[in-house]
């Protein structure tokens, strides 16, 4: 079996949809049977450029008359859940983008009704994905690193169209990145937060601390993580530069990942989106277990719940 044995149908033909995940899937090499949105003429141009078979409107027909494996959502984050439950109520397995439901509970739920199923409900969490994120965490878990101490990430993503509240839509994306690197967090405090931005320290279960900066909008996006272990620091920047300075030596090594592949994944492989279809793809498979999760999704919008409600969050935007 292969990924051209997974036979997908797509839910929202929007901009990150034929920018960033249909590309991904074509990569992948899936089976596009068909694409879904509720502006006919853009499922119908989606579906001519992707070369799917068939373009709709409503999901609960595209799913009825496709004999589909799995299905992948992308619309506006409030259709994600109704979207993914209709998916899984009828036997597909899903990945659905972030967030991946309007609260923490919500993805929970989903979570439980995939597992009553034996289906797959798979989170949009693409950093996990990413390899320059994937080797970080090799690094920091493997021989010579020591016990990690502490972690500082920033990240500065663009303000998105349509996206009024970034902390709580694009917050869990770094939340879930720093469960990824150091485990479990037990406490959350913001000491400043509005809707478009966050200062966050961080008490991890191992008990490593960490702040989180993250802006929205800001001139320019930037994103780097800096961990500090007891015989090593590491840190990679914008998803491409990792450096390892080892206690005792004056000595860097440092790495960049060559997103240029020959087959032109570029950022989309750089940035995780295209591994993550993969990985995902493989699971229905059945080749290997979900790398991302919805308990992981539920916990890191939980995280994100949390900061938006705490009492230090200032009125202005
Ligand atoms: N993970 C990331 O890096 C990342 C980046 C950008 C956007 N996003 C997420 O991707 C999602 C889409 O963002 P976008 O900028 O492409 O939005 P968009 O507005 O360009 O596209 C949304 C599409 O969904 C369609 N749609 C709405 N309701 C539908 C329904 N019930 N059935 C079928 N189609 C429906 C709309 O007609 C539209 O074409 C958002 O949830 C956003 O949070 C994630």
Known sequence: MSLQ???VGFVGCGRHATEVLLPAVHAAGMDLASVCDLDRRRAQRTNRRFGAFRPYQDLRKMIDEMDLDAVLVCGPPEMHSEAATVA????????VEMPAAPTADEADSIAQLAATRGLIAQPGLMMRFAPAYRRLRDIVTGEGFGRALAMSITWWPPLRDGHDDPLLFDAPHVLDLARFMLGEIEGVCALCAAPQRASLALSFASGATGTISFVAGAARSHESVFIAGTDSLASAEDRRDLAVRRRDTDEITLWRVDSATAEGHGSTDQ??????IESFGRSVLGEEEPRATMEDAAAAMRLAERVAASEEVPSSP
């Open 5 to 7: 044995d997974v036979r």
């Open 88 to 95: 899984l109520e009828r036997g597909c397995h899903v990945w």
């Open 271 to 276: 940035l995780g989106y295209l591994l993550e």
